[in-house]
């Protein structure tokens, strides 16, 4: 917590935690949740508090980015699933496997487009005028 002011600004810890122990991706942070890996479980951590709201296996060490309310996650072998963003549990909305092998780049998302690569590839999906 940032308290003192501009003067002599300082900071206050507000709680410490060993979860989100993210291997190789940073976590997001939207509506006061945070939402990371921890080892091989993607997870929803209440930032005000440090509290697990909810955890999810099955995508090994990913990676996630955030947008438009949801989670573009990306699994370590090529799993992609599109996950929304909400404290009240896992809610998947769709997934595919979109490439094989390594895939320990976070996705990047421009103008509507979502790009995505392993070790060897890497590929362009469109996005846009995909309904929810």
């Known amino acids: 917590k ?9 900071f206050q810890e507000l709680w410490k935690s060993n979860v989100a122990q993210n291997h190789f991706s940073s976590s997001v942070i939207y509506n006061d949740h945070i939402y990371g890996f921890d080892q091989g479980l993607l997870q929803c951590i209440d930032a005000n508090s440090g509290t697990e709201k909810w955890k999810q296996t099955g995508f090994g060490k990913g990676s996630l980015i955030l947008a438009d309310g949801h989670l573009i996650v990306l699994g370590e072998r090529g799993l992609l699933a599109l996950v929304e963003a909400t404290p009240a549990g896992y809610k998947e909305k769709g997934r595919a496997q979109v490439l094989k092998g390594k895939t320990w780049t976070p996705p990047a998302l421009a103008n509507g487009k979502l790009y995505l690569r392993n070790k060897k590839e ?5 996005l846009k005028g995909i309904d929810q």
Request: with cysteine.
């Open 122 to 126: 890497m590929i362009c999906m469109d």
């Open 2 to 10: 940032l308290a003192g002011g501009k003067e002599k600004p300082s």
